[in-house]
């Protein structure tokens, strides 16, 4: 049932910057703007990780003792495994249906935070 608000409103002005599910736009933009945030954090993580690539393990804790490459790391790691999350989760919405969704998006949102607590347990270790 509509709302007298909502009587006044064109087919476009309903639809504008919703989906069926009103959330279709909202969820793109998220991916959307994870990935420029990628964009500018992996070369970054790139350089950093590239420096100590290699090197013994006293000199590896030594570089992430320091604070701008654990946080380039942290960051990273905190970004990409977002990413994933939401972007899995706008794959699975136009994949899955019923309860083979709520599964999926509870899996992969599990395995989502659990791999980036994890990353970021081994830095924190590895920081400290």
């Given amino acids: 049932m509509e709302t007298p608000a909502q009587t006044f409103l064109t087919d476009r002005k309903r639809a504008n910057l919703y989906g069926s599910a009103h959330t279709g736009t909202e969820q793109h933009w998220r991916v959307t703007i994870s990935s420029l945030a990628l964009v500018i954090v992996v070369p970054l993580f790139l ?3 590239g420096a100590i690539l290699g090197a013994p393990y006293t000199e590896v804790v030594a570089y992430y003792s320091r604070p701008f490459p654990a946080l380039v790391a942290a960051l990273t790691f905190a970004i990409g495994w977002w990413h994933y999350a939401k972007g899995t989760q706008v794959l699975l919405t136009d994949y899955a249906r019923g309860m083979t969704l709520k ?8 395995v989502s935070f659990a791999a980036g607590l994890a990353c970021l347990y081994a830095l924190a270790r590895l920081a400290l």
Avoid: G, K, Q, R
């Fill in 47 to 49: 350089f950093t990780f």
């Fill in 103 to 110: 599964l999926l998006l509870a899996l992969s949102h599990i």
